[in-house]
């Protein structure tokens, strides 16, 4: 018997996600299925040697303007680093990290390259992966629709 997979849901070409893990909540994401995994938008991003010998990646996430910056550094203890093909073609060495991001009131473990998008409208880019793993499809005629269902839902 064939397992009963969950329905797709649809999603507008921006959508408001939360990040509960970094405290981020509300936060602009750009749609994008051009891009294959998400980005995070954060800047100061430095490796700093921690005691337990392994280097700790220490980040500003979004920018003063946005209501949730509080100019704390995160750090991150898991992370890699790999080449990211950016949306003008060009290969750039990127730190990735895995993140939560809900969406529809629900949790998705996803990875995140971190870049100063401050060049770019959405602190947030949403790619490929996270579309797939959380059954999603994009009409570009809508808007924020993951972050009204949560909000009739309450």
Request: with cysteine; charged share 25%.
């Amino acid at each position: 018997m064939k397992k009963q997979r969950e329905p797709k849901r649809v999603v507008g070409r921006r959508e408001l996600v939360d990040f509960p893990d970094l405290q981020l909540l509300g936060v602009e994401a750009k749609v994008d299925t051009g891009a294959f995994t998400g980005a995070l938008h954060c800047s100061n991003i430095r490796e700093i040697p921690a005691a337990s010998g392994h280097p700790e990646l220490h980040v500003q996430l979004l920018d003063p303007s946005h209501p949730n910056f509080d100019g704390s550094p995160m750090r991150f203890e898991h992370f890699t680093v790999r080449d990211i093909r950016s949306s003008n073609g060009e290969v750039q060495q990127r730190y990735v990290i895995e993140a939560t991001i809900r969406l529809f009131g629900q949790d998705f473990r996803s990875e995140f390259s971190l870049s100063d998008r401050s060049d770019m409208k959405y602190p947030v880019l949403v790619g490929r992966v996270l579309l797939r793993q959380a059954r999603l499809i994009v009409d570009v005629a809508r808007r924020n629709v993951s972050y009204k269902q949560q909000l009739s839902a309450h």
